[in-house]
């Protein structure tokens, strides 16, 4: 109230402008906070994240009343998609016991049971002494562009109803002086703390808030950017707005037609603003955002004016989206150049064995054909006396998931036989979790079979070979003790030889000290010993005792085969039965002795 000695109309700041200019800021700032495109929120930083506050955005986005959203604490847990909810949760736990800066994103199930794709970004709000107040964050539509100009509008009209109320109420309450201070000092300290409120939500959001104003005579200038520009870009808000154009200067060279395009199309004909594209930070470094914004207002000529938009930091999923292209195209280069063929094959499509989405250039050098020639017919290609055994397989990897490796025969084109070793795992699941996908890898071991055949032929040969001639053979195990003796084989002759099973004898190292006759024990032993020691052959005739009682003569011989390094393998040798021989040579010695003795008898005088 002017003073008696005031004069009327004197520049004296007059009774309501503190309150104007509270009113105008918590105006802005709540236009900001509530008129962004995304949900902003605040929630308590404990483990349930009961909500303290969510923007009204969040009913157009998902179809709960902000009183619903408040009303039940764990609605976000709940609405959660299954796909997201396990990771989502773990995080979030993590991140509340940490503190770090939130940022994810997940699907959430609105009320009509659509899934809708959420980039949520937060950071932990303290006091001044450091204690955690709230979590403060936002959560923009990442599942497509949304119209919410109406909206907007309606949101605005209705703040300035609002406005229009509070100021008739004002100006009624003139009309009664002390009714009027306090009521102004009450609404000064309601839209105090209101444009406190909307301005910590403002500048402390995850993201960079702005309102963008259509200039039509110059370079769109921004008529408001938030603090958070700094921590995204390194310019401070007056940088940032030192010219009109300054933001278009930061733009990389790689996008700066098509963002300025946009804009002006946006400017044009006020349509949303939505795009990725890079800035260059102030210390030089590329940043990545998602950049939307919708239009607000348009002049009194009906053409767009005021933009409201936000810019989210994407530099880190952008990095990752890079690495994981370069990732493919480097698995793709070894898939289509390595000497085997790759492919991917849905189970699901109930074509026999499955329909092929994909399979590697090599299958022409493989079997003569190409993607399209097995695309829906795989199965055809295989030999049909192996096709029933494939599909078994394949029936089994579709009921357990489990990985499979088979070896089969398939047919090439010009109709010769190739094998075919396949093994691969699920790679990919259906809704319900079975399997759809299978990746798989075919070698071609046509000729390791055709070896492995050879070798099988050979190794009959010769075991039939070895098994029918009359000798024993036998592979030794070197460096062992000089009264025993470990075969790693021993040929059939051994048992009709020795009387004793040939699993006894490779079983019990001993069985060779214990036969040897008792007069050549020392001198078998001594001679292998000194086998053993120089690498020299083995090479003796000695007597075995069979456990009969019988005597059975054998003349042993045996070589030592080294590796290319000059190792000691084994022992490689053969006995042969000469007890045949030594008793006819026994015999012919005893008839020379008696001979000898007649001869001697009839000389004497």
């Given amino acids: 109230m002017p003073s008696q000695d005031e004069p009327v109309g004197s520049e004296r700041?007059?009774?309501?402008?503190?309150?104007q200019a509270l009113r105008e800021s918590e105006a802005r700032y709540r236009l900001l906070v509530e008129n962004i495109p995304a949900v902003v929120y605040m929630v308590a930083p404990d483990v349930d994240r009961r909500t303290l506050y969510v923007s009204p955005q969040v009913e157009r986005a998902l179809g709960y009343t902000r009183k619903e959203w408040l009303d039940q604490p764990d609605i976000w847990m709940e609405l959660l998609h299954p796909d997201e909810r396990e990771q989502t949760l773990d995080a979030h736990d993590r991140h509340s016991e940490t503190g770090e800066p939130w940022s994810r994103e997940y699907r959430l199930i609105a009320s009509d049971g659509r899934a809708v794709w959420f980039r949520d970004v937060a950071t932990l709000v303290r006091d001044e002494s450091g204690r955690p107040q709230y979590w403060l964050g936002v959560q923009t539509d990442i599942t497509e562009l949304k119209r919410v100009e109406s909206a907007l509008r309606a949101s605005r009209d209705e703040l300035e109803r609002r406005v229009q109320e509070r100021t008739a109420e004002l100006e009624e309450a003139n009309e009664l002086m002390a009714l009027e201070i306090a009521e102004r000092r009450?609404?000064?300290?309601?839209?105090?703390?209101?444009e406190h409120r909307y301005r910590m939500l403002a500048e402390h959001i995850p993201a960079v808030t702005y309102i963008w104003e259509n200039d039509f005579e110059q370079a769109s200038p921004r008529a408001y950017t938030s603090p958070r520009i700094e921590q995204l870009l390194g310019f401070t808000v007056d940088e940032w707005h030192q010219t009109p154009d300054f933001w278009t200067s930061r733009l990389h060279p790689d996008d700066r037609t098509a963002v300025i395009a946009a804009t002006i199309r946006s400017e044009t004909t006020g349509e949303s603003f939505s795009m990725e594209y890079r800035y260059l930070h102030k210390d030089g470094h590329i940043v990545w955002v998602l950049d939307e914004a919708v239009l607000l207002t348009r002049d009194e000529h009906g053409r767009p004016d005021l933009f409201q938009g936000v810019m989210i930091d994407v530099t880190a999923r952008k990095l990752a989206e890079e690495q994981a292209l370069r990732s493919e195209l480097r698995f793709r280069s070894l898939a289509e150049h390595a000497p085997a063929v790759t492919y991917v094959v849905d189970v699901t499509t109930g074509t026999p064995g499955g329909e092929v989405?994909?399979?590697?250039?090599?299958?022409?050098?493989?079997?003569?054909?190409?993607?399209d020639d097995v695309r829906t017919d795989w199965i055809g290609s295989v030999h049909p006396e192996d096709v029933?055994?494939?599909l078994a397989v394949t029936k089994d990897v579709t009921e357990t998931g489990e990985p499979y490796a088979i070896q089969y025969r398939m047919l090439h084109r010009d109709g010769t036989v190739r094998w075919v070793r396949d093994h691969g795992t699920v790679l990919s699941r259906d809704p319900s979790g079975r399997p759809k996908e299978l990746q798989g890898l075919l070698l071609d071991i046509t000729a390791a079979k055709r070896a492995e055949q050879e070798r099988d032929q050979a190794e009959v040969r010769y075991r039939a070979l070895v098994e029918q001639m009359p000798a024993v053979t036998y592979v030794e195990i070197p460096n062992y003790q000089p009264d025993e003796v470990r075969f790693a084989y021993l040929s059939p002759q051994a048992e009709r030889i020795f009387g004793i099973p040939v699993s006894d004898l490779v079983a019990d190292p001993a069985h060779f000290g214990r036969m040897l006759h008792p007069d050549d024990r020392d001198r078998v032993l001594l001679a292998n010993a000194h086998a053993e020691e120089t690498g020299e052959p083995f090479d003796e005739e000695y007597r075995v005792v069979r456990p009969d009682g019988d005597i059975v003569w054998l003349h042993s011989r045996a070589t030592l085969v080294r590796d290319d390094e000059g190792r000691a393998m084994f022992w490689h040798g053969v006995a042969l039965d000469v007890t045949a021989q030594r008793l006819t040579e026994l015999s012919l010695r005893e008839l020379e002795d008696r001979y000898q003795e007649l001869r001697a008898r009839t000389e004497r005088p």
């Fill in 186 to 194: 009450r609404a000064e300290e309601e839209l105090r703390a209101t």
């Fill in 357 to 371: 989405t994909y399979i590697s250039p090599q299958l022409r050098t493989m079997l003569g054909y190409t993607h």
């Fill in 388 to 390: 029933d055994r494939v």
């Fill in 13 to 19: 700041e007059q009774p309501g402008d503190a309150e």
